[in-house]
């Protein structure tokens, strides 16, 4: 029911920094908590940060935590991932993803019903 697609991945030096994006459309984005997730081969996919649908509620992994900002714009259905201070081991695909029913946000990864395809980021040093 919603669309979900992830840009501005790519490589970066240790200490640069990335702005992921994640553009929603097919339904009203105000009504969804949104989260980010990283995943490399052979693991699980790991919420690395999440918000409510106003924003106003945000959750950090403490792997990332005074690093990353996630935000989101409802008028421009995005929500957006800042990475500052990037390690190699940020090296990941980035996924975004939707869920809806809750006030607050989700921690785990079956709670989200909406994904979308993944962009690479991979530190190097």
């Known amino acids: 029911q919603v669309q979900l697609v992830e840009s501005g991945g790519g490589l970066v030096q240790a200490g640069g920094s990335l702005r992921l994006s994640c553009a929603a459309s097919g339904r009203t984005f105000s009504n969804y908590n949104m989260g980010w997730f990283r995943q490399v081969p052979g693991k699980e996919r790991d919420l690395v940060a999440a918000?409510?649908?106003?924003?106003?509620?945000?959750y950090y992994a403490d792997a990332v935590k005074g690093r990353f900002t996630i935000s989101r714009d409802n008028a421009k259905n995005t929500v957006y991932l800042q990475m500052n201070s990037l390690k190699a081991e940020d090296t990941a695909v980035y996924y975004c993803?939707?869920?809806?029913?809750?006030?607050?946000?989700?921690?785990?990864?079956?709670?989200?019903?909406?994904w979308g395809q993944g962009t690479q980021v991979t530190v190097s040093s």
């Open positions: 918000n409510s649908r106003t924003g106003l509620s945000r």
């Open positions: 993803a939707a869920a809806s029913g809750s006030s607050g946000y989700y921690l785990q990864a079956q709670s989200y019903a909406y």
